[in-house]
Nanobody, 127 residues
C-alpha cells in the first residue's frame, strides 16, 4: 500500500503562483508513475500532470502546459506541482495519485490505472 498526503492548496489571485506537495509513504518501491488530477464539482476528474518516478519524464494536459511544472524529490518521496499564471478555471480540488504501472502517453488519462490517491487539496483562484 501507498499513502499519499497533499499540502499547499489555498486561495490565490489570478496570475499568482502556488506549489502543491505530495508526500508518499508505504510501499514506495511499487511506485512507477505519479501525478496530479483535479476535479470541479459536477465534472469528471481530469489529469493535470504526470511524472515517471524512475526516469523523471513528464507530461502535461494542454490546459496547463507552459504554466505548471511537476517534479519529484526521490530522496524525500515527494512530488511537487508548481503552478504559475493561475487562472480562475484552475480552481478545483487537486488530487495526488500514484500508479504501479509505467504508463505510456496514450493511457496517462486512464484513472483506474492509478491505485493510490490522496485526500485532495482545494485550490481557489480568485479574480
Amino acid at each position: 500500500q501507498v499513502q499519499l498526503v497533499e499540502s499547499g492548496g489555498g486561495l490565490v489571485q489570478t496570475g499568482g503562483s502556488l506549489t502543491l506537495s505530495c508526500a508518499a509513504s508505504g510501499s514506495i518501491s511499487s511506485i512507477k508513475t505519479m501525478g496530479w488530477f483535479r476535479q470541479v464539482p459536477g465534472k469528471e476528474r481530469e489529469r493535470v500532470a504526470t511524472i515517471s518516478w524512475n526516469s523523471g519524464s513528464t507530461d502535461y494536459a494542454d490546459s496547463v502546459q507552459g504554466r505548471f511544472t511537476i517534479s519529484r524529490d526521490s530522496a524525500q518521496n515527494t512530488v511537487y506541482l508548481q503552478m504559475n499564471s493561475l487562472r480562475s478555471e484552475d480552481t478545483a480540488v487537486y488530487y495526488c495519485t500514484a500508479s504501479s504501472f509505467i504508463l505510456t502517453t496514450q493511457i496517462l488519462d486512464v484513472m483506474y490505472l492509478y491505485a493510490f490517491w490522496g485526500q485532495g487539496t482545494q485550490v481557489t483562484v480568485s479574480s
